[in-house]
């Protein structure tokens, strides 16, 4: 049994373990914006394949106590890494360092740096050409206090480029981070679903992914762990292999809007290229004109600007055209609603149902629901009694 790390965005820990049981994943430990757990190579292939919200999948090499330069590198140097790849492949660093004894994560990174070359210099003569980015092989360092721990990065390019989004939009919501959105709000495919603020189509597309059970990297071919020794081509298209086939027959109802025909035509564009064209429906308009759903009730899963990153001339204002267009429009729904402006938010006049803390990189951020009933909800409540 092999220990890994994957990494993940804060709040979708529990998301995350969820997803790696569902794998296979055995001795599962929830960590801050990560999970650690247990398992052979067709658990290391499957986390690559099928996990939603990981970022990367780190393999656990060793770990050692460590407070001056000579102790890192003697430590980094004794581990046999021609054990795990030839001198051949490109090689990177990256450093996470938290400690008194290391305040300077380049300079962790070049002593471990040194420490792979000279360990391959010893025991073949040569050393490996550092390149970066995508190297063959990525070497994690981690250090906290006089702790340090050694990974090798098995994802290589992060998880959350699936590789349907090819353009540039403004302040893009990270895949990872849009899949847990719809997996936090317990959508199912059986339910409308509607982001009236689409931008580049992403929680769409993360939507269409799930509710059709397609694993979000089944198409991605370039994954560090095929560049080590004892890769198992056969068990990977084993894998991809047993995972293509499609479960449903039944198309998804997924709806998406957005004032901008740049981003419109930037959805669409997206939608097409993951496959998605006949299941996702894509209009230009702004939220305060989308037409009443012709359905009872739904979910609205939906991003919109927070200020931090888009300017708007008011956001208060258009956090409020939110509220009244979730009032008067989609009565009956669901609504989530991802933000980071915790002032605008106040401006939605609604009540909500529940908050959750997530961080959009180092940016807080809540992921807030509300029910939208017919109504008052103390008519609802009496009509419940």
């Not at 721990?149 to 699936?162: Q, T």
């Not at 609205?300 to 888009?310: S, V």
Request: one cysteine or more; charged letters at 25%.
């Amino acid at each position: 049994m092999q220990k890994f790390i994957a990494k993940t965005f804060f709040g979708l820990e529990e998301i995350l373990a969820e997803e790696v049981r569902q794998i296979g994943g055995k001795n599962i430990t929830i960590l801050r914006r990560a999970v650690s757990f247990e398992g052979d190579d067709e658990v290391l292939y499957k986390a690559n394949i099928y996990l939603r919200t990981a970022i990367k999948v780190l393999v656990f090499i060793t770990g050692f106590k460590a407070r001056k330069a000579d102790e890192l590198y003697n430590n980094a140097k004794k581990i046999q890494w021609s054990k795990y790849f030839s001198v051949d492949k490109t090689i990177a660093v990256e450093s996470v360092v938290h400690s008194k004894f290391f305040n300077h994560t380049g300079f962790v990174y070049l002593k471990v740096k040194d420490a792979v070359a000279d360990h391959f210099r010893m025991e073949t003569g040569k050393r490996p050409n550092v390149k970066f980015p995508d190297p063959d092989v990525m070497i994690h360092v981690h250090i906290i206090n006089n702790n340090c721990a050694l990974y090798l990065d098995s994802s290589g390019m992060p998880l959350y480029k699936r590789g349907y989004r090819t353009g540039k939009p403004e302040a893009p919501l990270n895949e990872c981070l849009a899949a847990g959105l719809v997996l936090l709000s317990g959508w199912n495919r059986k339910q409308v679903l509607i982001d009236p603020m689409c931008g580049s189509g992403t929680i769409l597309i993360e939507a269409a992914l799930i509710g059709n059970e397609i694993p979000p990297n089944i198409n991605r071919t370039q994954f560090c762990f095929k560049n080590w020794f004892g890769y198992n081509d056969q068990l990977f298209d084993d894998i991809r292999t047993g995972c293509s086939e499609k479960k449903f027959t039944v198309p998804l109802l997924i709806y998406g809007a957005d004032k901008s025909t740049v981003a419109v035509r930037n959805a669409r564009e997206n939608i097409e290229r993951a496959g998605f064209a006949s299941e996702i429906s894509i209009r230009l308009c702004a939220i305060e004109d989308y037409p009443e759903p012709n359905v009872e009730n739904g979910v609205i899963i939906t991003n919109p600007p927070y200020d931090l990153r888009i300017k708007e001339q008011d956001i208060n204002s258009l956090y409020q055209t939110v509220g009244n267009a979730f009032k008067n429009t989609f009565t009956g729904f669901t609504a989530w609603l991802f933000s980071g402006n915790k002032n605008a938010v106040k401006s939605i006049g609604l009540r909500h149902s529940r908050k959750t803390l997530l961080y959009n990189g180092q940016l807080e951020c809540r992921l807030i629901q509300y029910t939208l009933y017919k109504g008052s909800k103390k008519n609802k409540d009496e009509e419940q009694g």
